[in-house]
């Protein structure tokens, strides 16, 4: 029997951009306990962020995420677990209130073409 392999549209309501986002994550774990903590964004978007946690929580779980270069807090909800090839656990979440600007920046909206650079013309003496 083979696997069928099928491609998926871009689902996202904006582009994600790598960027690097110094990160404390707070929330509680299945038997109620709080914890706390210390990651890095992956990659965002206006409407979450992936990075990686250590900790275990569940796909619908709320989370608090601190942007630890603002002091700005955002509640969020886990949308998807990835567990990468090295062991590390990827959590994506999206913002339960989106219309804030958490990461204080301009997101370009999906289908945009990048803007291009109109070479230098050579001026002929």
Not at 37 to 66: C, D, K, M, P, Y
Not at 107 to 115: E, N, V
Request: proline content about 5%.
């Amino acid at each position: 029997m083979s696997l069928l392999h099928f491609r998926c549209k871009e689902r996202r309501r904006t582009l994600r951009v790598a960027l690097t986002v110094p990160l404390t994550v707070r929330g509680k774990t299945d038997s109620g306990e709080k914890f706390s903590a210390q990651t890095h964004s992956q990659s965002v978007n206006r409407h979450g962020a992936l990075f990686q946690l250590e900790e275990i929580v569940l796909v619908g779980q709320t989370l608090i995420l601190l942007n630890d270069n603002t002091s700005q807090s955002m509640e969020c909800r886990v949308v998807s677990i990835h567990r990468a090839r090295d062991g590390k656990q990827y959590i994506g979440v999206e913002f339960i209130s989106p219309e804030t600007n958490f990461w204080h920046m301009q997101f370009p909206i999906p289908g945009a073409k990048p803007l291009r650079r109109m070479a230098p013309t050579k001026i002929s003496a």
